[in-house]
Every structure is written in C-alpha cells, then in structure tokens.
C-alpha cells in the first residue's frame, strides 16, 4: 500500500505543471501560426490542433482508466462545458496574433488577459472558486504586468 503524497510535494507539483503548461502555451502560437500559412487560416490551423490534442488525450484517457462520475457529470452546470470554447478562442487569437506581434508579445497580452480574467473569477468567486478578494497589491501585480507588455513591444 502506498502513501499518498503530502501537501508539500503536491504543491511542488502544481507549480512545475503550471510552468511546463506556460511553456508549451508559448510554443502552441508559433506552431498553430506555422500550421495556418498552409491551412489558409487560424481556424482550421486552430482544428487540426485541437484533433491532435484530442487524441493525446483519448491515448491518456485509456492510460490512465480512470472512470467519469456519470451522476456528477449530469449535475454541471450548462457553462461547465465551455472550457473547450475558451480554448480554441485562445488557440485562434494566438495563431493569428503572433506572425502579426511576435511570440513574446502575443503570450505577454494573452497573459495580461488571463490575469484580468482570473483577478474577477477569483475576486467573485466564480466557478466554484473560494474567492480571493481583489486589493491593491493584486491589482498592482497585473500592472506590472501590463507594464511589461509596453516593453516586451518596444524591443
């Protein structure tokens, strides 16, 4: 019998993942852009990439047999269902926007964006989130963020 893993480590876990997702969120504008000079546009660049994610993910899904709480999945909301959507806005806007702004500020305004986003989710408690009110020092925090996104242009 194994011992689950402490808090610590989860912690530890979650941060790498987030790090390793921004990174690969960096390479997904300019390999979706690469994917949109054939396919004539962001959004069929932005299908053929959501196809072969699906399959990465069918592949991990069959992996991993973890089984779906059917009586829970009944029980989302209408706009549980939406993350997809939220995705391929994403995958589209950063095909189209980095051959136009570059890589860097491309993933530095959809960062910009995000932080915008999650400052209001987490400040009303959207989604099921324990909220997290917003205050000077957040707000300043995405500032500095804005403020890089003036600069990263500049170069």
Do not use: E, K
Not at 13 to 28: D, H, N, P, R, Y
Not at 31 to 60: D, I, K, Q, Y
Not at 112 to 133: E, K, N, S, W, Y
Request: net charge positive.
């Amino acid at each position: 019998m194994s011992t689950p893993p402490s808090a610590a480590s989860v912690l530890l876990i979650a941060l790498c993942a987030c790090v390793v997702g921004g990174m690969f969120t960096a390479l997904q504008a300019p390999t979706n852009a690469m994917l949109a000079r054939p396919f004539n546009s962001p959004v069929n660049a932005a299908f053929v990439s959501f196809a072969v994610g699906t399959l990465v993910l069918l592949v991990a899904v069959l992996a991993l047999r973890v089984r779906p709480d059917w009586g829970g999945v009944q029980a989302l909301p209408w706009y549980a269902w939406l993350g997809g959507a939220y995705g391929a806005v994403f995958v589209v806007a950063a095909a189209f926007a980095a051959p136009r702004l570059g890589v860097a500020s491309t993933i530095t305004l959809m960062i910009a964006g995000q932080l915008v986003a999650g400052m209001l989710v987490d400040h009303f408690g959207g989604f099921g989130i324990a909220p997290r009110p917003i205050n000077l020092t957040r707000i300043l925090g995405v500032g500095l963020v804005f403020a890089g996104v003036i600069l990263v242009r500049r170069a």
